[in-house]
């Protein structure tokens, strides 16, 4: 792990950015949108019209924020649009690199370089911050779009429907204050909060992560005892937010992570719920398990520093999911 400091690439342990024993998740930096005409989204910049083959995305297999981004893009209809680069699912003093040496790790298909933070340094010489993904690239401008996937996802939820034809819409306009305090909930406690739970370097610091975390994971599990989707009858992008923590659970956050209060297989409705998002069409295909098992334990030293990657559960994610019983009348 690393950040880049005025353009120099400066290494960092987990340990190090978990100060005080609890790890904090830095601000996201590019936050500009992809808009149907290239006027300036809700922050940042103008000029990012929705055009084909003109952005691209670098996504980790392994991570669950830019897995959302995967997902989107394959619901979407945008595979032929925006075109990805996977990079390999070991995360080291060097950062995510570019490198193909791995089962679907692709290398960079733009440009042949060899780090991901090459990428950020093309769009800034002199950049500073973190070196994360999902990166939203702009082929046109040679700069970075966004790396924000909360953003990316409503990005593509809309941008580019006059061009694909889809309209399927994952934000609607009616349920997006009903939402947002869902999504705060989940991102705090359950998405991030798997991360703060294991990249805790005290007990207080774990404890304050853990007991939300699985206080969460009851309050959804009656929840989806209820109700089909999040939302109700219709399935929206807080779920596929809150899909991408349930999916990577069972294999990864319950033991390297320690949150092994309860797996998911443990909780009827949110495992089958997961089995019905897993199951949806396109959806199978941006879960990749052995960069999930991969990086996180080979990449987190601190945490496990021997790099054994262990053999871990096999739930049947292709299992009958009975959901339907929940479909509105
Ligand atoms: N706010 C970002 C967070 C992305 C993020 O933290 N990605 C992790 C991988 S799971 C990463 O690239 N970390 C590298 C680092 O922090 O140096 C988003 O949701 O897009």
Redesign the pocket.
């Known amino acids: ?3 880049l400091d005025k353009g120099e690439w400066k290494k960092q342990s987990i340990a190090e ?1 978990s100060k005080g024993g609890a790890f904090k ?4 930096q590019y936050r500009n949108w992809i808009t149907a005409d290239g006027s300036a989204g809700p922050s940042g910049e103008g000029g990012f019209e929705a055009e084909a083959d003109r952005y691209h995305l670098y996504v ?1 297999y ?5 897995h ?2 995967l997902i989107l893009r394959a619901l979407k209809g945008l595979t032929d649009l925006i075109g990805v680069s996977v990079v390999h699912p070991d ?1 080291l003093e060097e ?2 690199t570019l490198s193909d040496a791995y089962d679907d790790a692709t290398g960079d298909r733009l440009y042949g370089l060899d780090y ?1 933070r090459e990428v950020y340094l093309k769009a800034d010489p002199v950049a500073s911050g ?5 990166v939203l690239w702009d082929r046109k401008g040679e700069t970075i779009v966004s ?4 953003e ?1 996802i409503r990005m593509f939820n809309s941008a580019f429907d006059g061009l694909t034809g889809n309209r399927d819409d994952y934000w609607p306009e009616a349920l997006r204050d009903a939402i947002e305090p869902v999504n705060a909930r989940i991102y705090d406690t359950v998405n991030n909060g798997v ?1 703060k739970a294991g990249f805790a370097t005290t007990q207080e610091a774990y404890d304050k992560a853990v007991h939300p975390l699985f206080d969460s994971l009851d309050w959804l599990e009656e929840r989806l005892g209820r109700n089909r989707y999040l939302m109700g009858d219709r399935i929206t992008e807080a779920d596929w937010r809150l899909f991408t923590t349930l999916v990577r659970f069972d294999k990864v956050y319950h033991g390297h992570f320690k949150c092994n209060r309860r797996r998911i297989v443990d909780y009827p409705n949110l495992w089958a719920y997961t089995r019905e998002l897993y199951q949806w069409p396109g959806v199978a295909g941006t879960v990749h398990f052995g960069h999930i098992e991969r990086h996180y334990h080979y990449s987190h030293e601190s945490v496990n520093p021997y790099r054994i990657v262990p053999i871990g559960p096999q739930p049947d994610f292709d299992a009958p999911h009975g959901r339907e019983r929940l479909a509105a009348a």
């Open positions: 792990m690393g950040h950015r998740r830095s601000s996201t980790s392994a991570c669950p924020w830019a959302r981004a995360m950062g995510w991901l973190h070196v994360t993904v999902p790396n924000e996937s909360a990316i991360y």
